[in-house]
């Protein structure tokens, strides 16, 4: 299972960090990702890392969130900086053996943060 943590109200231009803990199962040998869906919208990509350590950022994202995993603790992070309205969303983690996989196998129950301008 995955457990997502880390959301809540933050003004823009400030950080958050959001964390997924993964339990039952390790995660180590699989991609881990970060998606989110705002209301109305679709769920869309954010970031993701591979079982190597290869990074993928959406272009919206790029150069402001940073993911990060943590193998031992088998939890991934989420650094968001400079965040803005436009990020608003329930943000979900997720894990598949495939980075680019168009629905990840393994999803967590989503955390909700609100970007206040």
């Known amino acids: 299972q995955l457990q997502a943590s880390g959301g809540g109200l933050v003004q823009a231009g400030g950080s958050l960090r959001l964390s997924c803990a993964a339990s039952g199962r390790t995660f180590v040998t699989y991609a881990m990702g970060w998606f989110r869906q705002a209301p109305g919208k679709e769920r869309e990509f954010v970031a993701a890392v591979s079982y190597g350590s290869t990074y993928y950022y959406a272009g919206s994202v790029k150069g402001r969130f940073t993911i990060s995993r943590d193998n031992a603790k088998n939890t991934v992070y989420l650094q968001m900086n400079s965040l803005k309205p436009e990020d608003t969303a329930v943000y979900y983690c997720?894990?598949?053996?495939?980075?680019?996989?168009?629905?990840?196998?393994?999803w967590g129950q989503g955390t909700q943060f609100t970007v206040s301008s």
């Open positions: 997720a894990a598949d053996r495939n980075p680019h996989a168009r629905s990840y196998a393994y």
